[in-house]
């Protein structure tokens, strides 16, 4: 007998609900916001980046737009991930989300190589800066990016997408914060080599956004299980069950931000029902690891499962070419 169950997300403990409906549209709202301050700000920034003759401004102003980019396909990838699924898209385009997350964290890295030359380059040649225009300007763009930063905040950042967003603006709020100190420092004492050093220590916290933003999006690519999820330890907590005699074939992955996955083959007593035991593991699915989107499938055990749990067969999978570790019951727990 078999029992093969796809759970389609309904009841998912309103985590993935939340890309749904009302709270998306609000989310979208925010970003909006998030998007016009920053964008008006910037058009701003390279005017007087230019009238000051600052490379330090123009090239926040570079940063700044980086994050509108962030900001717009975080918005693309949001209408996107809603799509429903059709065709070849079996998942629908959720996946758009962690494109624009890696995207993200790509150009966060890319960016901080760059400001990380021209800071290297202006130690070795300090250009004149105007300390004052400087430190002015900067004031205002930190008073912009918290603006930016605590709207995106209130959209849902449990998104890998958002968050690629959120640590964008975050970044450029604590490049504006040592641009500031930078300003100050030369229109006080006139040491310009100040703007070099505070440009490297925002691109030391940029690589480790960017870096955190690229290897989680490259985790869900690579198919890999989330991070707080041990496969093997499942494995090992659903052959715990009394009429469960082995499951294999044991894959949990990630769909979208907060949208885990898992889908297993099954073997049960031949006494046991399959349908019975199938709910009672999505159950503990649901319950202890948050998984609500599982794929079982349940069959009876063959003699020769049951025969090498007493030890009297060859310790061989039920299936010719099990994927993963097999993982089984012990005799005596029956």
Avoid at 101 to 106: K, S
Avoid at 195 to 212: C, H, N, Q, S, W
Avoid at 253 to 276: F, K, N
Wanted: aromatic share 6%.
């Amino acid at each position: 007998m078999t029992s093969a169950h796809h759970d389609h997300d309904h009841g998912s403990g309103g985590h993935a609900g939340h890309s749904h409906g009302v709270a998306a549209g609000a989310d979208r709202r925010w970003l909006a916001i998030a998007l016009t301050l920053i964008t008006s700000f910037m058009a701003a920034e390279v005017v007087i980046g230019v009238l000051a003759r600052s490379l330090a401004l123009i090239s926040d102003a570079a940063h700044m737009l980086t994050d509108a980019v962030s900001i717009v396909l975080a918005l693309i990838a949001m209408r996107l991930a809603e799509r429903p699924a059709r065709g070849g898209f079996t998942y629908g385009l959720k996946r758009a989300e962690i494109l624009s997350a890696q995207a993200n964290g790509l150009t966060l890295l890319l960016l901080g190589a760059w400001l990380a030359y021209e800071a290297v380059r202006r130690l070795v040649d300090p250009p004149d800066v105007e300390g004052g225009l400087v430190f002015g300007t900067a004031l205002a763009g930190i008073v912009v990016n918290i603006a930016a930063a605590w709207c995106i905040s209130k959209a849902n950042r449990t998104s890998l997408n958002v968050e690629g967003a959120y640590q964008h603006i975050l970044n450029d709020l604590f490049a504006f914060i040592g641009t500031a100190i930078a300003g100050l420092v030369v229109l006080l004492t006139g040491f310009a080599r100040a703007d070099a050093i505070a440009t490297l220590v925002v691109v030391v916290l940029m690589f480790k956004a960017g870096y955190g933003l690229v290897r989680e999006s490259g985790r869900i690519f690579l198919e890999a299980a989330p991070a707080h999820l041990d496969p093997d330890g499942i494995g090992d907590r659903l052959v715990a069950h009394t009429s469960v005699s082995e499951v294999h074939d044991l894959h949990v992955w990630t769909i979208t931000s907060g949208q885990p996955a898992l889908s297993a083959h099954v073997l049960v007593e031949p006494v046991a029902d399959c349908h019975t035991v199938r709910r009672d593991l999505e159950k503990i699915l649901q319950c202890d690891y948050e998984i609500s989107h599982t794929t079982l499938q349940v069959d009876h055990a063959p003699a020769e499962v049951l025969e090498v749990r007493t030890g009297d067969a060859d310790d061989s999978s039920h299936c010719e070419a099990a994927h993963g570790p097999v993982h089984r019951d012990e005799p005596h727990a029956h």
